[in-house]
């Protein structure tokens, strides 16, 4: 049973460049959430999408946006790249809708770098 | 605003030992309480967890106690082993909501 997927696994960008990180939840799961964890940090919640929708959003600017497909699969993209953007972004999925207490599981990350 | 706090940034433990990792909180919202293990090049993988109604619960090794009225969690592992080598993050929840707060991490090492 495969889990979450990632890819890319790295990427390297220009600042003032896009970029489109995608995911691929386990299977069984409806509900992903992307997350930015900087070196050094814990993870910090980007945004949740759940039936196509963006469902619950943390404090990260208009910049980060993101999308669901009809396949559960789902899409982060940056736009304006800043060097501060450079982060490890993890995709966590999960079962039984946005408010259910079943517990993620995270892909291994994209590592992106800003230069 | 660091609602999910992990004081310490790295522990060193002997193999055998009990390892004791500690976490703090702010808002007493969070009702649900969450422990994930991270090897280097690998997503978080959840570990154990605990709702605001419990004050203890036990996954073999792991034991997670949580201590509401001083908005302190903390996690047991015993015995201690060289594979739980790894960073270790608590992270909290609200009701009804999938979001987790996530503390810092504690960068525990276990010595042979």
């Known amino acids: 049973d495969a889990g979450v997927t990632q890819s890319p696994t790295h990427l390297i960008k220009t600042r003032g460049q896009q970029v489109t990180l995608r995911c691929s939840p386990k299977?069984?799961?409806?509900?992903v959430s992307w997350y930015q964890q900087a070196l050094g940090q814990g993870p910090q919640f980007i945004f949740q999408?759940?039936?196509?929708?963006?469902?619950q959003r943390g404090n990260f600017p208009d910049r980060f946006s993101g999308h669901q497909f009809p396949n559960y699969s789902s899409e982060l993209n940056v736009n304006a790249l800043l060097l501060g953007d450079s982060a490890l972004y993890l995709c966590?999925?999960?079962?039984?809708?946005?408010?259910?207490?079943?517990?993620?599981?995270f892909g291994s990350g994209t590592r992106l770098t800003v230069v | 605003d660091q609602q999910v706090k992990q004081n310490s940034p790295s522990l060193s433990v002997q193999e055998g030992r009990i390892s004791i990792l500690n976490c703090d909180y702010t808002?007493?919202?969070?009702?649900?309480f969450l422990w994930y293990k991270k090897y280097p090049a690998e997503g978080p993988t959840f570990l154990i967890s605990i709702s605001s109604i419990k004050d203890k619960n036990e996954d073999g090794r792991f034991t997670v106690f949580l201590n509401k009225s001083a908005k302190h969690l903390s996690l047991h592992i015993v015995p201690s082993q060289p594979g739980d080598s790894a960073v270790y993050f608590c992270?909290?929840?609200?009701?009804?909501?999938?979001?987790?707060?996530f503390g810092q991490g504690t960068r525990l090492t276990i010595n042979p």
């Open positions: 992270a909290a929840k609200k009701e009804g909501a999938q979001k987790l707060v």
């Open positions: 808002n007493s919202m969070f009702d649900y």
């Open positions: 999408y759940y039936e196509e929708e963006e469902r």
């Open positions: 299977s069984g799961h409806d509900t």
């Open positions: 966590a999925s999960s079962g039984g809708g946005p408010t259910s207490n079943y517990g993620y599981t």
